[in-house]
């Protein structure tokens, strides 16, 4: 009979015949450690679900969600927004003749006019947004395609600006200030509003100071420095291909809002996430606790109709909206609140049928020997 031996060594993968000292016969054990983590004995903690955990769960949450829902619902539909398309698409539209005649070359602005009427008067601080349709501002390469260096004033970028600029990086040997795609698309429509009453036209003042996030305003963008007059600090660069103006006569009138700090610009070098998209224009602040900001009646908005549209089938809307607590005017997070509260409370109910109709478990049955 041929006896074996059991060697502890030769289970954990070191034969008894192998060289200790670096021979060829010496095999590395594949085996764990015998520790308490790599060997999972630690300590864990495993819920158990059981009816009387799961069902309360439910139905809390179902008595919570719902009239969270229900108060974002009523607090989004109470904000007033009105909004009017100006793209001139249909040959009865006034702004049809721009549309057609107005291009990216264009050297002669082209004005419209687009009456309306407000059915309530708007309260509180009112926000005039314009908002476009079917342009992507999150394509990747349109998105790339700045120099966020240059536009915080860094000299050497200024004349030598990225190469994720191109093809808008130079024009005519000379650098784009500020270069990429995203500013040379600048949106560059002019909106007036005017109110009409009996006393005649009276105009609707439009504050343009405010409109930009602090963020950007006092950090990401800045003029370059070393001259106080604008037109010295850009020269020796070149306005973008599709602008009409260099960057520091975006507004001469304001110092502070001139240059890289025109806020309409920053405004519009925050890239938008979907092809349709509104963005902040002017603010109408209230002047008065006695009277609406906008009161209903007829109104004008006056069109320096400047930015083509038609050749990416875009269109083109003005929006007047109030705010509320929760910001503008958005149903669907009261809609998500209350979908979910009420999908929690009929699965509590249904749990709670299934629950009492088949807990038939008899904790007395008898068992088998």
């Given at each position: 009979?041929?006896?074996?031996?059991?060697?502890?060594?030769?289970?954990?993968?070191?034969?008894?015949?192998?060289?200790?000292?670096?021979?060829?016969?010496?095999?590395?054990?594949?085996?764990?450690?015998?520790?308490?983590?790599?060997?999972?004995?630690?300590?864990?903690?495993?819920?158990?679900?059981?009816?009387?955990?799961?069902?309360?769960?439910?139905?809390?949450?179902?008595?919570?969600?719902?009239?969270?829902?229900?108060?974002?619902?009523?607090?989004?539909?109470?904000?007033?927004?009105?909004?009017?398309?100006?793209?001139?698409?249909?040959?009865?539209?006034?702004?049809?003749?721009?549309?057609?005649?107005?291009?990216?070359?264009?050297?002669?602005p082209c004005l419209c006019s687009v009456e309306f009427t407000l059915e309530q008067p708007f309260e509180g601080n009112?926000?005039?947004?314009?908002?476009?349709?079917?342009?992507?501002?999150?394509?990747?390469?349109?998105?790339?395609?700045?120099?966020?260096?240059?536009?915080?004033?860094?000299?050497?970028?200024?004349?030598?600006?990225?190469?994720?600029?191109?093809?808008?990086?130079?024009?005519?040997?000379?650098?784009?200030?500020?270069?990429?795609?995203?500013?040379?698309?600048?949106?560059?429509?002019?909106?007036?509003?005017?109110?009409?009453?009996?006393?005649?036209?009276?105009?609707?003042?439009?504050?343009?100071?405010?409109?930009?996030?602090?963020?950007?305003?006092?950090?990401?963008?800045?003029?370059?420095?070393?001259?106080?007059?604008?037109?010295?600090?850009?020269?020796?660069?070149?306005?973008?291909?599709?602008?009409?103006?260099?960057?520091?006569?975006?507004?001469?009138?304001?110092?502070?809002?001139?240059?890289?700090?025109?806020?309409?610009?920053?405004?519009?070098?925050?890239?938008?996430?979907?092809?349709?998209?509104?963005?902040?224009?002017?603010?109408?602040?209230?002047?008065?606790?006695?009277?609406?900001?906008?009161?209903?009646?007829?109104?004008?908005?006056?069109?320096?109709?400047?930015?083509?549209?038609?050749?990416?089938?875009?269109?083109?809307?003005?929006?007047?909206?109030?705010?509320?607590?929760?910001?503008?005017?958005?149903?669907?997070?009261?809609?998500?609140?209350?979908?979910?509260?009420?999908?929690?409370?009929?699965?509590?109910?249904?749990?709670?049928?299934?629950?009492?109709?088949?807990?038939?478990?008899?904790?007395?049955?008898?068992?088998?020997?």
């Open positions: 009979m041929m006896a074996s031996s059991y060697n502890a060594k030769e289970e954990d993968g070191h034969h008894s015949g192998a060289s200790t000292h670096g021979g060829a016969g010496v095999v590395k054990s594949k085996k764990p450690d015998n520790t308490a983590f790599k060997q999972q004995r630690l300590p864990a903690w495993q819920p158990i679900l059981t009816a009387g955990t799961v069902l309360p769960a439910f139905f809390v949450i179902g008595l919570i969600f719902i009239p969270i829902g229900i108060g974002l619902y009523v607090t989004s539909n109470n904000i007033k927004e009105f909004e009017i398309d100006y793209t001139g698409v249909e040959s009865n539209s006034p702004c049809y003749g721009c549309a057609k005649n107005v291009s990216w070359n264009s050297t002669t009112v926000f005039m947004y314009y908002g476009l349709s079917n342009f992507y501002q999150n394509h990747r390469r349109y998105v790339k395609s700045r120099d966020d260096s240059q536009l915080n004033g860094d000299q050497s970028s200024l004349t030598n600006p990225s190469k994720e600029c191109e093809p808008y990086r130079t024009a005519d040997g000379l650098p784009i200030a500020p270069c990429g795609a995203i500013a040379n698309s600048l949106f560059n429509d002019t909106l007036e509003l005017y109110y009409i009453d009996i006393n005649g036209t009276r105009t609707i003042p439009l504050v343009k100071r405010g409109i930009a996030w602090w963020t950007d305003k006092h950090v990401k963008f800045r003029n370059p420095s070393g001259s106080t007059n604008l037109s010295v600090a850009f020269q020796g660069t070149t306005k973008p291909l599709n602008w009409r103006m260099p960057v520091y006569e975006l507004d001469p009138s304001d110092s502070e809002n001139n240059g890289f700090i025109n806020e309409d610009f920053i405004v519009w070098m925050r890239t938008a996430a979907l092809p349709t998209f509104r963005k902040l224009y002017r603010i109408i602040q209230k002047k008065s606790s006695t009277t609406p900001t906008l009161p209903s009646g007829n109104y004008v908005l006056n069109i320096t109709y400047n930015y083509p549209v038609l050749s990416f089938d875009g269109r083109k809307r003005m929006i007047l909206s109030t705010i509320s607590w929760m910001g503008g005017k958005n149903p669907f997070l009261g809609i998500a609140y209350i979908t979910v509260g009420s999908i929690c409370f009929f699965l509590g109910v249904v749990l709670l049928i299934i629950h009492h109709k088949y807990d038939t478990r008899n904790n007395s049955a008898d068992i088998p020997s």
